[in-house]
């Protein structure tokens, strides 16, 4: 087999590990959400996605692997998303907007990965519950950079850094609270959640639809 023929195997190979761990933790999202973490056997997650019970310690070495690894990659992408989103240079009512319609698209595309972030974040190890709250500290003061931002312009009412930052958490309390509300369109509840979540930092409702701060 020539060189060319070896590489095309090996990445042909590593593009199936990384589907087959995708699965698993699609699975171990689904199974923790609907049972919780303590609940849940490594041998459930395997089976849900077709894996035996010792195959599964090709991926992760424990439940909580899995976990540290659902956890911390989820922060990893908010915290990275919201970045990119600051690092458009909208206008700040903009921004703020745009960061709200990012932290939904999580939402509603890992539902069950925000339930279990929510619910059993305490069962990480330390390592890995060290690192997600750093992250999210992070992510948090990304918002509130834009919400003072905001605020500054005459886009929001006054309020001080630490109330921006109240209200940042707030927000994050109701819409990461999503996931366990009754089934609702995508198309219905993307705008609603917006709404809800721009008067959770104190913009006006007829803001909603402003191009530009």
């Known amino acids: 087999m020539d060189s060319s023929?070896?590489?095309?195997?090996?990445?042909?190979?590593?593009?199936?590990?990384?589907?087959?761990r995708a699965d698993l933790l699609t699975a171990a999202a689904a199974q923790m959400a609907e049972r919780g973490f303590a609940a849940v056997r490594l041998e459930d997650i395997g089976a849900q996605a077709g894996i035996s019970g010792p195959a599964m310690y090709r991926h992760f070495s424990s439940k909580t692997d899995v976990l540290d690894t659902l956890l911390l990659e989820?922060?990893?992408?908010?915290?990275?998303?919201g970045n990119e989103v600051c690092e458009r240079q909208l206008p700040p009512y903009s921004m703020l907007v745009e960061l709200i319609g990012f932290h939904i698209e999580v939402l509603v595309t890992k539902p069950d990965v925000i339930v279990v972030q929510d619910r059993d974040l305490?069962?990480?190890?330390p390592e890995a519950n060290h690192r997600v709250?750093?992250?999210?500290?992070?992510?948090v003061e990304?918002?509130?950079?834009?919400?003072?931002?905001?605020?500054?312009h005459g886009l929001l009412p006054?309020?001080?850094r630490d109330e921006a930052r109240i209200r940042v958490h707030a927000m994050f309390g109701l819409l990461n609270s999503s996931p366990r509300l009754p089934s609702t369109p995508a198309d219905h509840l993307r705008p609603?959640?917006?709404?809800m979540a721009l008067a959770a930092v104190g913009a006006d409702a007829g803001q909603?639809?402003?191009p530009s701060g």
């Not at 989820?74 to 998303?81: A, Q, W």
């Open 5 to 20: 023929s070896t590489g095309a195997a090996i990445t042909s190979r590593s593009q199936a590990k990384a589907a087959r």
């Open 74 to 81: 989820i922060s990893e992408r908010l915290y990275e998303g």
């Open 122 to 125: 305490s069962s990480l190890t």
């Open 133 to 139: 709250r750093l992250l999210q500290r992070r992510y």
């Open 142 to 152: 990304r918002w509130v950079d834009v919400v003072q931002d905001c605020v500054t």
């Open 158 to 160: 006054t309020m001080s």
């Open 192 to 195: 609603l959640l917006t709404a």
């Open 208 to 210: 909603y639809d402003r």
